[in-house]
């Protein structure tokens, strides 16, 4: 199995230890994983209110270079992924689009031919490796581990440009591997809510108070921590927790996992090599829960 | 077929007041809708249950209510399509709206919001000796906009009305786009200069998180949150760019058509502005908390092998079309 490793801006930044357990994981189950070259940020959602153009064109460049190494595309972050879907879907769904774009990116010498189609490590576990393979994989099953699911709302919205209709499983695709790995499922309605991270810089009262309506809901249903596919949701829920904590007046302590994370320590990885020492919330209480010591 | 629905009610003139689930057992027609259903209950059942419905055909947007989590139109949803494995629906009234009664919400503060965006034509112009002239291209572009039914569906899930019910919300922003890009509102260009600024203060468009929960659950396919992506746009061209918002998007774009990935470092000083020093401040404890974790993004932030060709595209797709 390879592909065509796409990281993703926040791992090569603010959350360099989903970089580090990706990579691990991936070699441990034998998924190679080949970084895209001279690879650029997908947009985030956030390039479209200013110049959507340059956004998709920039995709249409990473999906190219994909396509000349003759490899699927492998995300490991739900905004790039959803972001990546939709300009992907905007492209396929018009072909005068599309070769408008094109005729920017023949400079370069690159033509997107249409055929990527860019899948999170989330759905490349169950779809393609199996989650009979993952289990043969699994030293330490994470039983009596308390996880709730986080999704990240690029990769449950909007379906249409995340193929649900032909895979209704992805959306519950986070329970099955939480279940999967032997750790107790938390289902909350949460789950495919916002974690605010997109206005933490605009209205930072409003993104904390998400971060403090789903990580205290969960801690309330005794979970012991809360897993996510999404970077972005990981800064806002485990980085600005201490903020939530205030403006809610309690504690409350709830280690945020990176799904690679999550992953890594049924593995048998120690907490250390899944880099749990980067998170701003303690996740000692975890570790001692699996007996994960370094 | 058998179905089970679920129902969270509520009953003002209870003892005590709060709401409480109650399940219904009942055989419905295989095509039957989830307001079919619940017709069916009130009628043969239990007729306190209250709800509000009127066309059944998806037009009126009486009946947007949560089924199994989510807004829908209840006319619109088919039962069968609806059940757990259990057979049974979940039904709850619509969200961010106050419960009047069972399945009713009070609907005061939706409409309050839609008449904040003052939705009526506002030509500012001199006024045209016959009639004002529109293209077709630019009513078919607002079609989509104004395909909405008002059933408050994109209100009921929105995250940012669930901590903040100040934001002005996906409905009413979606309705202001419908006028800002009227090619009849506003000066004689069509511009309406001053609605964008109303729109860019506090609980406008810049406090959309862009969770795309009103797109998913729109039954008519107005997509409120990309109007309010427009609107950011059209406020962005139109240089209204002195807020948080604004900055952030200019700030983010710039630093990928600079070196093609984002500079997580600078992206929230140039948000807030370089001279912001008490917004500067605040970052402090995060960005501390952040380095001795070693997870501060790197001070040098690098470009991507061949950043020209991402500067060479961004000029391109910058330059106006011919």
Known sequence: MKYAYFPGCVSQGGAPELHTATKLICQKLGIEIQEISGWTCCGAGVMQEKNQLFSDTLNARTFAKAEQAGLPILTICSTCQGVMGQANLRMKRDPEYLAQINSYLAEEGLEYKGTAEPKHLLWILIEDYGLDNLLAQVTRPLSGLRVAPFYGCYIVRPTEALDIEEHPERQTSLETLIEKVGATLVDFAGKTRCCGFPILTINEKNSVAMVAKHTAEVKELGADAMVTPCPLCHLNLDGYQPKASKQLNRSINLPILHLPQLIGLALGFSHQEMGLQKHIIDTKPLQLKIGAGS | ?322
């Open chain 2, 1 to 322: 077929m058998d179905v089970k629905v679920n129902i969270r009610r509520y009953d003002p003139d209870a003892g005590a007041p709060a709401s409480f689930w109650q399940e219904f057992s009942l055989a419905v027609p295989e095509t039957a809708t989830v307001l079919d259903a619940l017709i069916q209950i009130r009628e043969e059942m239990d007729g306190t249950l209250s709800l509000r419905c009127s066309c059944r055909s998806a037009i009126c947007g009486s009946c947007a209510m949560r089924v199994n989590g989510h807004a829908v139109l209840a006319c619109k949803t088919r039962a069968s399509e609806s059940l757990n494995s259990e057979g049974v629906v979940t039904v709850e009234p619509a969200g961010n709206m106050p419960v009047v009664k069972d399945l009713v919400v009070d609907f005061d503060t939706f409409w309050d919001k839609i008449r904040a965006v003052e939705p009526y034509l506002q030509p500012q112009g001199p006024e045209p000796e016959g009639e004002y002239i529109a293209s077709n291209e630019s009513m078919l572009h607002l079609s989509s906009v104004t395909a909405c039914i008002m059933c408050g569906a994109c209100v009921s899930d929105c995250t940012v009305l669930e901590v903040d019910p100040t934001f002005l919300g996906p409905a009413a922003l979606a309705k202001a786009y419908r006028f800002t890009a009227d090619p009849r509102d506003g000066d004689a260009a069509g511009v309406s200069q001053r609605r964008l600024e109303q729109l860019s203060l506090p609980s406008g468009m810049w406090d959309c998180t862009r969770c795309n929960e009103c797109v998913q659950v729109c039954p008519k396919g107005v997509a409120p949150m990309d109007r309010i992506m427009a609107l950011r746009e059209q406020a962005i061209s139109l240089g209204l760019g002195d807020n948080n918002g604004a900055r952030h998007a200019e700030a983010f774009t710039e630093s990928v058509a600079h070196s093609g990935r984002l500079d997580e470092l600078r992206l929230p000083v140039k948000t807030v502005g370089m001279f912001n020093l008490p917004a500067l401040f605040s970052f402090l404890p995060v960005g501390l908390r952040a380095m001795t974790h070693g997870k501060l993004p790197p001070l040098v932030h690098k470009s991507v092998e061949n950043v020209q060709s991402v500067r060479r595209l961004f000029s391109k797709v910058s330059q106006p079309p011919k």
